[in-house]
């Protein structure tokens, strides 16, 4: 006496479709377009975006004008704002469905280790600062090098603050 049983290492959309429940076609749809819509985002930011960030990073709501990412942490989220117009000129220039781009917004998605991090903030507020009082002599992470040259390279106009941030990224 076999039944049919799932395979519990199946995607989510498998297991629906075998239950006889699949998604509604236009959520569906949607879901499909927001995924190739992300991954065309991270081909095409490939070379400017950090890989922590493109990692957690998923295009949430896409018009014409305007494209909202989902960032997994606040750093990313200001990240992605401060570069924001150097973002667009890439996207203008290297993908038709980003033509005519003009806005990107970023939300921080919660997730639930954030949120029992927050509970216990006032604790690791107190030992952050004791670490970073502790590290004030460590050199720059390699996530941090490249973050500084891909701002000389692809935001900084003046050449000598260009030469100086990668001097700064380099040592």
Known sequence: MSKKQPNRLAKLI?????????LPQTLADNMQFYIKATNEIKTLLVD??????LNSCWVVGLTAEQLVLSVSSMTAANHIRYLQSAYLQVLNE?????????QIRVIVANTSTEN???KSSSG????????????KN???SQN?????????????TDENLKKALLRLANH
Do not use: Y
């Open 144 to 156: 941090t090098k490249r973050t500084i040259s891909q701002a000389a390279e692809h935001v900084t």
């Open 94 to 102: 290297q993908s038709i469905t980003f033509k005519q781009l003009k």
């Open 116 to 118: 029992h991090l927050s």
């Open 14 to 22: 498998d297991h629906q479709a075998f239950a006889g429940s699949a």
């Open 48 to 53: 400017c975006l950090p890989e922590e960030i």
């Open 138 to 140: 460590q050199a720059l």
């Open 124 to 135: 690791l507020a107190a030992a952050s600062s004791k670490s970073r009082k502790a590290n």
